[in-house]
């Protein structure tokens, strides 16, 4: 076989190496460096999501942190349902609005422990049956038993309307340690 080489063959052998070696080009320049660049920008991409998820850790627990302490400063040590009630009367008066009915639906007990030691968290619902001229004032009732000093949970609100008052029951939670 190598008798009978003559310059056709080299000439085909020559063509067949180029065009090898251009396939591969293309090939590298359209698939293999764009996969390349998109590995290290997803690279780029995690390594900024890490740092900022790490900033997130760092700055949550201390936001998460005081809002713990807010809320562990808002449960009273005793039930002190006088002061709810009172703190109930307040908010309805500066809202022009009118307690119809409050009464004490139940108490839960909830047993939790934390790193330093356990507490118990007692829970106690309320209904509460109010009745008001126009929505400004229970709006302005709600936020008001919102901003309350207490913990409070409102489970259930319900308003009815009719020509000349609007009727509000709303069930809450309030919370007290034991």
Do not use: C
């Not at 996969?35 to 997803?42: D, H, S």
């Amino acid at each position: 076989m190598i008798k009978h080489w003559n310059q056709n063959h080299t000439y085909i052998a020559i063509g067949i190496v180029v065009a090898i070696l251009l396939i591969y080009g293309i090939t590298y320049l359209n698939l293999i460096k764009p996969l390349q660049a998109e590995t290290k920008a997803i690279e780029t991409e995690i390594s900024m999501y890490e740092k900022q998820l790490q900033n997130i850790k760092n700055g949550m627990e201390e936001e998460v942190s005081d809002d713990l302490k807010n809320t562990v400063a808002k449960i009273p040590e005793s039930k002190s349902t006088d002061t709810i009630l009172t703190e109930m009367q307040e908010i309805a008066v500066n809202a022009n609005v009118s307690i119809e009915y409050i009464g004490v639906s139940g108490e839960i007990t909830v047993q939790q422990e934390g790193e330093e030691e356990s507490s118990i968290i007692k829970e106690n619902s309320y209904t509460l049956d109010a009745t008001a001229a126009d929505l400004d004032a229970i709006h302005i009732f709600l936020d008001g038993v919102k901003k309350s000093e207490r913990l409070l949970r409102l489970d259930a609100i319900n308003m009815e309307q009719s020509e000349s008052d609007i009727y509000l029951t709303i069930t809450f939670t309030a919370f007290h340690a034991g």
